[in-house]
């Protein structure tokens, strides 16, 4: 029987810079290397219909970091990009995944320069979020997390972002 590696509560926080993930096949690491990864509120819950789609899930939990706090290792060349134009500002996003086992890695939008919005859920431990964007789109069934900003529409980052909810 293999041994279960997905409970967050087995990793130290504090020995997890650089913190280390990958896709399900391992043909793809990632790598960030960030002090404040948790030290403070990072990244976001998103609810808006493509990140649930890319996610998988009623939620997509992501980080928008700098590339340069990032590695990303393609060992058998199997980083694909899906351009998706389907969105709310009409401006592209580009969508990167494994191709091999179809696994979610990380997003580029042109609004954030030097910036790459990275999916956690390839990681053993996900920082806390400090907000939710698209929380107009959450399902009546799920609650809300105290602590965390809840933005109505769009990235909570976006520098025209609406107030909150």
Known sequence: MPEFTGDPKRH?????NPLKGSCLCGSINVTI????LFTKRRGHLCHCANCRKVAGSYVAANLVIEEEKVKIEDHNGTLKEYKDYETGSGNP??????????????????????????KMGMFPVIPTPEAESFADHKHEWQGKHEGMAQYKIKLFADKHADSPV
């Open 33 to 36: 290397n960030d002090t404040e």
């Open 93 to 118: 996003v580009g969508r990167f995944f494994c191709s091999t086992c179809g696994n979610p890695v990380k997003s580029v939008v042109g609004a954030y320069k030097g910036k790459v919005i990275l």
């Open 12 to 16: 130290d926080k504090t020995s997890l």
